[in-house]
């Protein structure tokens, strides 16, 4: 009955790829997302809104790779011929349909990082409102882009059962693949600039090279995403593939697990410098804040008008207040930054 390709190996599965990708990639996200909620919530104590938006994100990706995982155990990696050889079209039509519901695009972790570079960066309007917005908009479409897995077949079964074809109609694949290649070039663009605005920001800063180098690496890791975004983006046609659903999209799904973890990653990175000062340097230290919340200056950097004594100086003016979620940073109007590092 099934217009698949009979001809494959039917003992062929590429399911535990699925797994293993998907579920290591979200491991290593959980672990960071967990280290940033550590250093933001105990070291630091200064949870914000991007640590709630990032622990958001996390919960989206362990759903969608449970999701996921679930549609393996129904047939997805495996060919669909030999699916449907040992459970029918039913069997076929419920692993479709788990691996669909599994297919969903969510940028909340972009906006997790706009909130973290308008509190890194000093005060600038414009600024914060185009990253916010941009960050928002990103958000937007990637919902209506998911909104559109749903809407292009109707009776909507029909994009995991072939059967229902004499019984509606979808739209053209083209409909989907362009849009769906729009969201990921304006995804690209959007990880490009979040990286790009606060690196040019902190190399302008009188800071050790070292340091300087460290805090831009950390800060440019969305660029990783974007690179992440377009691989995928060259495989985003397989979604709409009847030749060998289950199969021919594990490439499409693997490359969305790892798009996924990725961003969320690259989201939390910036925040774990007090963690990994406090690991890696014996004699870190601490200090508190004037208004008594434990920071740890030996793991950030001061921005400071008085040269002479920027490491010891505790703020004394509205300029130099801690910045609040800024991990440590303080905040001048003036641009010489000398760091602990410095006096190591």
Not at 67 to 78: A, K, N
Not at 129 to 152: E, P, T
């Amino acid at each position: 009955m099934s217009s698949f390709n009979p001809d494959v190996d039917f003992n062929e599965s590429r399911g535990y790829q699925i797994n293993i990708i998907g579920w290591v990639f979200t491991g290593i996200a959980i672990a960071t997302v967990g280290l940033k909620l550590f250093t933001r919530g105990h070291m630091a104590k200064n949870l914000g809104w991007d640590d709630f938006f990032i622990f958001f994100s996390m919960g989206l990706s362990i759903i969608a790779t449970a999701f996921v995982s679930y549609s393996v155990t129904l047939g997805l990696g495996r060919h669909s011929a030999a699916v449907v050889a040992e459970h029918g079209m039913d069997g076929y039509a419920l692993a479709a349909k788990w691996q669909i519901i599994a297919f969903r695009s969510f940028s909340f972790p972009n906006i997790s990082i706009a909130i973290l570079i308008h509190n890194l960066l000093d005060p600038n309007r414009f600024r914060s409102i185009s990253l916010y917005a941009m960050a928002i908009l990103q958000v937007v479409i990637a919902m209506i882009s998911a909104v559109l897995v749903f809407v292009q077949c109707k009776p909507i079964a029909i994009l995991w059962d072939p059967r229902l074809l004499s019984e509606g109609s979808c739209w053209s694949p083209d409909v989907f693949n362009d849009f769906t290649y729009w969201v990921s070039a304006y995804t690209t663009v959007t990880d490009i600039i979040l990286a790009v605005v606060p690196v040019s920001a902190f190399w302008k800063l009188q800071m050790r090279t070292s340091t300087k180098v460290a805090v831009c690496t950390m800060m440019s890791l969305t660029l990783l995403s974007a690179v992440v975004t377009i691989v995928k983006a060259t495989y985003l046609h397989l979604f709409t593939d009847h030749a060998d659903p289950l199969y021919n999209v594990v490439t499409l799904v693997l490359w969305g697990l790892v798009e996924q973890n990725v961003v969320i990653v690259a989201a939390c990175i910036p925040t774990l410098r007090p963690f990994f000062r406090t690991v890696f340097t014996k004699d870190s230290r601490s200090g508190t804040t004037s208004g008594g919340s434990e920071i740890y200056s030996g793991h950030a950097y001061k921005l400071s008008s008085n040269t002479a004594h920027a490491t010891s100086k505790r703020p004394e003016s509205e300029s130099e207040i801690p910045l609040g979620n800024r991990d440590g940073i303080w905040q001048t109007r003036e641009v010489m930054v000398e760091s602990e590092e410095d006096n190591i």
